[in-house]
């Protein structure tokens, strides 16, 4: 419980929010009106909890991530809008009749999106957490339980044409600067990427090109200078024509690699 008073009326509650440093007061005041249907009582309780900090996908249990609505059960990585730009490029790389794989998949957003996009194609989502395997297959996504690629079935052994994750890349050392909220209510097991954040990167490097097909691309979420770290690991396992994705601000946001083969290592 909060010891600010709730309002139940919308100007008042769009007020709170933006008193409550909210980014977006009138969509969030709009959303949690939607979502208590008229019951004053409902309203009050969900705003309460939206003003703990508690995310708002996990009140109302959905959000849009491009433009395609997505399931969100609480406990759930909630997908950011930083990794929109990425879900793109993963669209654009994947044939109409192609197969992707998506690790680390939470609720199965960028496996939606590649799906929606590609109706005709084959996409697989892996998470090693059960709460985001099942918001994933409530989504309708084709997910399995566990580490990386291990859940997944052998027969897509050397068919991926893309493997695309958000996987945990944040330093160890860097968690206590994240927002928060993503602290106080998200898994450190969403961001714990180890010392430099690279460990669970490096683990997907070395074990992609066994789904991979050969000229299949690995596009990966990662930050900072983390790009240049992974380069002679990329080099030395048959990856080539390496971008750094970059967002507006010229800010690193991913990697995108081709993978050959082994024999051109
Ligand atoms: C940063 S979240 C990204 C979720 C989703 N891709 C998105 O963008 O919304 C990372 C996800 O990785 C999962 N995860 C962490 N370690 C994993 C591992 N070793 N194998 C599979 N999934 C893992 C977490 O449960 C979490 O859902």
């Known amino acids: 419980m909060t010891d600010v008073a709730v309002p139940s009326d919308r100007d008042a509650l769009v007020a709170l929010f933006s008193r409550s440093g909210f980014?977006?007061?009138?969509?969030?005041?709009?959303?949690?009106?939607?979502?208590?249907?008229?019951?004053?009582?409902?309203?009050?309780?969900?705003?309460?909890?939206?003003?703990?900090?508690?995310?708002?996908?996990?009140?109302?249990?959905?959000?849009?991530?491009?433009?395609?609505e997505v399931r969100v059960d609480p406990g759930v990585y909630v997908?950011?809008?930083?990794?929109?730009?990425?879900?793109?490029?993963?669209?654009?790389?994947?044939?109409?009749?192609?197969?992707?794989?998506?690790?680390?998949?939470?609720?199965?957003?960028?496996?939606?999106?590649?799906?929606?996009?590609?109706?005709?194609?084959?996409?697989?989502?892996?998470?090693?957490?059960?709460?985001?395997?099942?918001?994933?297959?409530?989504?309708?996504?084709?997910?399995?339980?566990?580490?990386?690629?291990?859940?997944?079935?052998?027969?897509?052994?050397?068919?991926?044409?893309?493997?695309?994750?958000?996987?945990?890349?944040?330093?160890?050392?860097?968690l206590a600067l994240l927002q928060r909220d993503a602290l106080a209510f998200e898994s450190p097991l969403s961001y714990d990427g180890g010392p430099d954040g690279t460990d669970i990167l490096r683990r997907v490097l070395r074990d992609s090109p066994r789904f991979l097909r050969p000229g299949g691309v690995l596009l990966l979420e990662l930050g900072g200078e983390q790009a240049d770290a992974l380069r002679d690991d990329m080099a030395h396992l048959g990856y080539d024509d390496v971008i750094v994705l970059l967002d507006d601000e010229g800010d690193v946001r991913g990697v995108e690699a081709v993978w050959r083969s082994a024999a051109s290592t």
């Open 79 to 174: 997908p950011r809008w930083q990794s929109q730009a990425l879900a793109h490029r993963a669209v654009t790389l994947l044939p109409p009749s192609g197969t992707a794989i998506d690790l680390c998949t939470g609720t199965g957003a960028i496996a939606r999106v590649l799906s929606t996009a590609h109706p005709g194609a084959r996409i697989v989502a892996t998470d090693i957490d059960g709460r985001a395997i099942a918001c994933a297959l409530a989504n309708g996504v084709e997910a399995f339980r566990g580490d990386l690629f291990a859940p997944l079935p052998r027969s897509l052994e050397g068919c991926a044409d893309v493997v695309v994750g958000v996987v945990p890349y944040v330093p160890t050392t860097a």
């Open 23 to 68: 980014v977006a007061p009138e969509d969030e005041a709009d959303d949690l009106i939607v979502h208590a249907a008229g019951d004053a009582e409902r309203l009050r309780a969900l705003v309460e909890r939206r003003l703990t900090g508690e995310p708002l996908p996990w009140i109302t249990g959905h959000m849009q991530f491009c433009e395609i």
